[in-house]
């Protein structure tokens, strides 16, 4: 059983557009995040939510919209599909904190292509 | 400066040689220590897990954290090609909620 699952795994589109990437985890997870990763590989945050509560939202252009039905699913909504926004989206979740840092289980990654 | 700073690689090494992957940081709140591994179109699964200083070991992996220098390592000992992907290492305040990525060193192990 896949602990955290995105779709799709890859999605190629016109500028212009707008697209949704689904996430869902079954780990029974507090917290589920969205990550952008560029060409370089270089892992940044752009939200983070709480139990369906926005808890982080980083300096993402407010085409990016983040939705939580429910606690086990983190879904991203971006309008009017630029170039730039070509990248891998990962998916991740990780358990509410206790006494302190816990481990992030990541989602296969999105792979979002502009053209 | 950035928060954690890695080299991006790439490295490469002979199977059977000892690699030492290395981040920096600047936020000394930082307490939890983190190294992903990163296979190509994967996405990243947790290595290793230290909380402030010390070392940790676990098989042919040893991550040691010295929080005096903000300098974190990885060791692989006995290097296999099953090895070769991006390494990233990854912090965390107490109760932080966000993970600081390094942007990850590329190591290729060849046999």
């Known amino acids: 059983d896949t602990a955290v699952s995105q779709t799709p795994k890859y999605l190629v589109t016109q500028m212009g557009n707008d697209k949704s990437i689904k996430c869902e985890q079954n780990l029974g997870h507090d917290t589920m995040y969205w990550y952008k990763q560029d060409s370089k590989k270089f892992l940044k945050i752009m939200f983070s939510?709480?139990?369906?509560?926005?808890?982080i939202n980083e300096t993402v252009p407010n085409r990016f919209s983040p939705k939580s039905p429910d606690k086990a699913h983190l879904n991203l909504h971006i309008n009017s599909l630029e170039l730039g926004d070509s990248a891998v989206y990962f998916c991740?979740?990780?358990?509410?904190?206790?006494?302190?840092?816990?481990?992030?289980?990541f989602g296969q990654g999105t792979r979002l292509t502009v053209v | 400066q950035k928060e954690v700073e890695q080299d991006p690689g790439p490295l490469s090494v002979p199977e059977g040689a000892i690699v030492s992957l290395n981040c920096t940081y600047s936020n000394s709140a930082f307490q939890y220590f983190m190294w992903y591994r990163q296979y190509s179109r994967k996405g990243p699964e947790l290595l290793m897990y230290t909380y402030s200083s010390g070392n940790k070991e676990d098989g042919r992996f040893t991550a040691q954290v010295d929080k005096s220098s903000k300098y974190i390592s990885l060791f692989i000992r006995d290097s296999q090609p099953s090895d070769s992907a991006t390494y990233l290492c990854a912090m965390s305040v107490p109760a932080g909620q966000n993970f600081v990525f390094g942007p990850g060193t590329r190591l290729s192990v060849l046999p």
């Open positions: 939510y709480n139990n369906k509560e926005l808890i």
């Open positions: 991740a979740s990780r358990p509410q904190q206790r006494a302190g840092g816990t481990e992030a289980f």
